[in-house]
């Protein structure tokens, strides 16, 4: 299929989901060896539950946990069932990673059933199939849908129940107020493909969907953050009496304490509650990060006070906010003039909620791109932010965001205008 026809297709099919904002239209996917790919999925696998040990060691109850992240039970408020928040906290989770030297290093982790991506791979992969319908399609990767419904299904078993799923979420956050294909589309995979009731639902027409006595769907995906639907005026609390009227709401609350950053930062300081082989994995796995605040660090085997570390170490440093999506407050120190860096520092030593992180070179891989403005195809070496997709602990694909002009940075679909695309393996 020539190029302009193949872009034509993938936006026509990408409509009303996360793709392309603006700029070059990606013509394939990102192509990895397969060994990096296995690699990756193993080592998310372990590192989420070194994250899931970390909580626990810093508080065995909801409220120490709260505590010890700095957070708020008004930003969490709806924890279930100590059994299932346990059973189910881990059960999605989506890391961002680069390459670099071909060693997956794990920049953030995001859990919960929020955690984006999941529409956009499958159906990107799904376009890809039909462009290399007339030749073997040179690559094999899991579909998020699939693996996601085999969740859904154990899910229901262990309630006794039939499955059946209500997905909650909003097109008022989807960037595509107008349409709600980009939740449609799972649920019409599921009933579809697998024979499985499913349904989206506002949350405003929650309740009623799910109907008095036994829930008409025993299963739902938390398609939300509660603080970005009180942003947006949205009311939360059709979600608790959800979970009081007895549906599995996943991921649950524990799932959002897990991709707090500050886990991060005491995983990767390597504390008591990790095994020696564990430690060996953050440090193979995890750049070197930490708590921002005042006092010594160890850094490259050296003990620093980590303001004067900030200070001299700019250009290799990374700075974030421990709770935060879509690349905001990210201050990449290289990136930036020295007064805002020092402005940057100053705030997150009096706040107390940030880390740093030390800056990871990424690889490049090679990508052709459709050029709608010019009207031709141009190759770009691209440093993708790679997220691999893990359902009940198992890969479930994996997507990339990625900028050819990389202006800033920080690989952001929302703020930088950076394309999504699929990751495969070869």
Known sequence: MPDADAADLLLHEMRGVPFVRSGPVPLHPVAVPQTWLDELHHASRELLTILHTTLRAQASTPEGQLAALGQSEHSHPYFTDPRLEAEWATCMARPDVVFSGGTPRFLEFNVGGAVG???????????????YRHGPVPY????????????????ARGLGRRPGVAIL??????????????????ADYLRGRRGIPAEFFEPEDLLEGLGDGLPRFPVGLRHLMIDAWRELGIDPAPLGEAQRRGCLMLAPQTAFLISNKLLLARASAGGPWLSHR???LTDRYLPWTRIVRDGPVEYRGRRRDLPDLLRTHQRGLVLKPSVGNCGTGVAIGARLPGADWSAKCARALREGTWVVQEYVEPDRFPCRFWDRSAARSTEYRVAPVVSPLLFDGRPAGCFARHDPFDHTGVISTTFTGASFNAVVGT
Do not use: C, H, K, M
């Open 117 to 131: 991506g999941v529409v956009t791979t499958d159906q990107i992969l799904t376009v890809y199939d039909r462009l």
């Open 140 to 155: 094999t990767t899991a579909r998020p849908f699939a693996v996601r419904a085999d969740l859904y299904e154990r899910a």
């Open 169 to 186: 979420g909003t097109v008022r956050e989807s960037g595509f107020p107008d349409n709600d294909r980009y939740f449609r589309l799972e």
């Open 278 to 280: 564990q430690r060996e």
